[in-house]
């Protein structure tokens, strides 16, 4: 979610434009991708989310700890490619002990006053890995990957949503010594965003209340939000402006991916409290 910027002028106007012309065109190259790698679901979608986690937590690695973290990194990308095979294989519980088996791994090779980072990171791209994947793998091809493309509606629409509001209206900083660009009118319109989303997501298809998938959605967005801004006391906490340059308008993967990282996680647990491993998405939408 990103909204206004404090500072104006031409000069300050006119990287705003390049900025968002970036935005527009890494997510016009992003998104077909990300949609693909869901609809065509296998070993596509592990593959997808296998590369986004572990460039996440190399990200996280290089933020928290500098850079010269290879060992860091190779420990947990490990561990995370293990569990998306274990998982693959349907055995999800084992893949999320796998990740914590890493996460633990990671802390030896690091130094001691950064090991409890490097334990969370470890942790933040495993469940960026495993949250999408359990809810795609419902026993119902077609509710998983309609979970999916929920997850993807509400953030993204939260994102453009928040983005255009925040500059429009401007007002009170959601949370500024967090983030200072964030507004609430950014957050409210977000939100309300995501909940017209939801209720197309749910006229469009089959099965679906359309007030239940709206709550969900408000839901999904508000810890959208709760997501970037985490991803923001991070990067505050250590000094950062962007987690990375990998994507260009965007910063890196964890700036792309903050508010889905925190909504398919409790897309996920929604799901398997209602659905089981069986039927995750099923259990998220369907009410």
């Not at 660009?181 to 017209?196: C, D, N, V, Y």
């Amino acid at each position: 979610m990103n909204d206004t910027d404090p500072v104006s002028g031409p000069g300050v106007a006119g990287t705003a434009s390049h900025n968002l012309l970036l935005r527009i065109a890494s997510a016009l190259v992003m998104a077909p991708i990300a949609i693909a790698a869901a609809y065509y679901n296998g070993w596509s979608f592990v593959l997808f989310w296998g590369v986004a986690a572990v460039t996440v937590l190399w990200e996280w690695t290089v933020l928290v700890a500098g850079n010269g973290q290879r060992l860091l990194v190779s420990a947990g990308g490990s561990a995370i490619a293990i569990a998306a095979l274990v998982d693959r294989l349907h055995h999800p519980i084992v893949a999320v002990l796998l990740v914590g088996l890493g996460a633990f791994a990671t802390a030896i090779f690091a130094a001691r006053e950064r090991r409890g980072w490097i334990i969370a990171g470890t942790g933040y791209a495993g469940m960026m890995l495993l949250a999408p994947v359990v809810l795609r793998d419902d026993a119902d091809p077609y509710y998983g990957f309609l979970a999916i493309i929920l997850l993807f509606a509400v953030v993204w629409t939260t994102d453009i949503f928040a983005y255009f509001a925040g500059r429009a209206i401007g007002g009170p900083k959601l949370w500024p010594a967090v983030s200072p660009k964030k507004t609430w009118s950014g957050a409210i319109a977000g939100t309300l965003g995501a909940m017209l989303a939801g209720i197309v997501v749910a006229r469009l298809s089959a099965g679906l209340s359309e007030s239940a998938v709206a709550l969900v959605s408000i839901l999904l967005s508000i810890l959208s939000q709760l997501g970037d801004l985490l991803e923001s006391f991070i990067k505050r906490r250590f000094g950062a402006k962007d987690a990375s340059h990998l994507i260009p308008g965007h910063g890196g993967a964890m700036d792309r991916l903050d508010g889905f990282w925190a909504a398919a996680i409790a897309g996920c647990l929604i799901g398997l409290i209602r659905g089981g491993f069986d039927a995750p998405a099923r259990g998220l939408l369907l009410w």
